[in-house]
């Protein structure tokens, strides 16, 4: 009856979310619906170690509060490779839009995160670029302290060591229009240029911009016969979208309404070389063009290796039928100098790419591509083959970049606890706990533990494997108090959760509660976990339900498991009189809070009353190294009062 009350329960839960389904919803964090992904895997050996890093939003201006969407959907979020949540970032920024979110692991030994964010949609906030700990901890915000409009949104790029970070800029000029024939005209146009930045002051170390050195003939955007702008932002003519600097100090950049990529000296500012686009200054074995995410990947002053993301295609239509990763390879030391292709890697569902993108090779030898929309995701190996693609089951988010890198999250923060009693009289109560802790890497366990007063002693009552964000675990009886231990794969206990108070449902009787009038009186867990491992001894014969019927039921063996209720049912019976006697005597001193009422009970109770009394200090004089007893919890927490919870 129970257990079909349960199921009654869960099923309910589903229908109510199922014009959300792509959505996923988690019990400790009710705020966060995190998108779910669709994954095919073409072959798991191959791929790369780390994790998938995201930033869905569903508008890419800063958006006012809206009845849209519920919350917390759009900012940063990691992923595991399988689609599993690790860490829900958009409560972090209050579910503001979020760019370039990635794994930033060239600064010291130890794995950060970065990304920008922080726009105001009423243009008050300019927005910085974020470094964040492995704690999930600020360590620097990069902010915009020259006369520029705002923090732009295409890239935060920290170079090696961590001192600095380069960022595109965009920036409003009048231009005189002689360079289309018409000297005597004049338009608005937006200058795109790049700012190398101090991670720690934010002060502007070196800036580039286009204006007097890219020509607005270079421009596939805007042409001789189009019409001045006559007020700003004025013709955006060479749309930079990324910046990398290499060791020699030059920067390279890509300007996607111009289909070219440049080198621009880190001594003078002058354009060294183009690649691409009407004057390129390479003999190339391939075109690209309406490129993104332009990276070295190594460069000794001579040869440049460079990947990005190619192809063909933007808001206006496209020059080629599907888009591409690309590797390329320049030799400057030869006349003509040389690009050649070294590594193409084609979308593989064949489309295009329209806007935004990245292609990044991995430390493996594999190559990630983020081709975008919906955050369709790509993992192939060194010599193409793919091995994953992933997109958003939502089809009303995209994401600017997506990244795959190794990543270890420590969040500061303990886990989260939410657990509930449920049951249809005394004899069949069950505690449903629920676990997750945003941000952590590494769990490979969950042990649980439950205590009959606030500040009593932690009982072990059992443990489950980690096998999602969220994790599950059922205990036998009414275990009024909880807590949870993140495990590593050593054993280590990584983190404690807080002691929580379990919920009980409001109305017993709604829930099909026939027992006591006041619904059910809290188990002392350590009669429970001994009344069990005592069945489990001499019990060949259950007569409770066993752990394959309960996750029959509830329809998932991958993210819960049962604890045991291998029992009979008269020593379990028992065990629930003495625990709601020791419960009731407990209450009771905890109520009137005074030694010598507390006496006079012992007197009323005797005998009885004195060893429970007993049990009491005895539990109280027995230390559990592993979980310190909440000594803070807030007075609301603690609700031992006996109204109605007898
Ligand atoms: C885009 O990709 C196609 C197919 O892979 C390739 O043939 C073509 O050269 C590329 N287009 C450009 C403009 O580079
Ligand atoms: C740069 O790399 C190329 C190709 O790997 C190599 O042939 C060349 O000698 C290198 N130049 C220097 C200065 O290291
Ligand atoms: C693109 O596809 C169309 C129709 O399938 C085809 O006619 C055209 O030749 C293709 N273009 C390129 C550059 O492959
Ligand atoms: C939990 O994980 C450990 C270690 O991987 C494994 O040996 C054990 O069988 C798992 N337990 C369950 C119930 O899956
Ligand atoms: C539980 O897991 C096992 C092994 O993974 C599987 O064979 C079984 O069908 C699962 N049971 C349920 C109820 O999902």
Known sequence: MFWGALLLLLSTNAVASRHDEDLMSFVTLPEVRALKWEIEHYDRERMAPGYIFVAPYGQISPERPTQKYQQYQVGPYIYDDSGMLIWAGSPMYDNENTFDFKPVNNIDSKTHLSFIVGWASDGSKKGHGALVSEHYEVEKEVQVINDLHDFNMHEFNILDGGKTAVACTYRNARVNLADFGRPTEESWVTVGGFVELDVATSEVLHQWDSLDKIALHESNMFHAWDGPATGEPGWDYVHINAVDKNEAGDYLISLRFTNTLYLISGKDGSIIWRLGGTESNFDQDFTFSKQHDAKFVSSNGTHHVISMLNNASDERGNDENTSSGLVVELDTTVNPMTARVIRRINRPDSGLTRLRGSFRPLPNGNYFVGWSERGYSSEHASNGDLLMTARFTSDRYSTYRSYKGEFTGRPVAPPDVVANVYGTDDKDT?????????????????????????????????????????????????????????????????????????????????????????????????????????????????????????????????????????????????????????????????????????LLVVGILGGAGFAIWRSIRDRRKRSYQHVPSEEGLPTEEIRLTSTGRE
């Not at 590494?442 to 969220?470: C, H, L, M």
């Not at 404690?496 to 809290?522: D, F, H, L, Q």
């Open 430 to 598: 069950t505690t449903l706990i629920h676990v997750s802790w945003n941000g952590a890497t590494d769990v490979v366990q969950w042990k649980f533990y439950a205590q009959s007063y606030d500040r009593g002693d932690p009982v072990y009552i059992g443990s489950t494997n980690k096998t999602d964000f969220e994790s599950m675990y059922i205990a036998d009886g009414y275990m009024d108090w909880v807590s949870a231990q993140a495990i590593d794969a050593e054993g280590n206990v990584m983190h404690t959760s807080k002691v929580m108070r379990t919920e009980i449902p409001s109305n017993w009787k709604a829930s099909g509660w026939s027992g006591s009038k006041y619904g059910p009186s809290p188990d002392d867990p350590s009669i429970i976990v001994a009344a069990n491992d005592a069945s489990k001894l001499s019990s060949s014969n259950p007569s409770g339900i066993s752990s394959d019927k309960a996750a029959e039921l509830i329809g998932t063996n991958s993210t819960g498991s049962i604890a045991s209720s291998d029992h009979s049912a008269a020593q379990y019976a028992d065990a629930k009189e003495v625990a709601k006697a020791v419960y009731k005597a407990y209450d009771i001193i905890k109520g009137i809070g005074s030694l010598l009422v507390f």
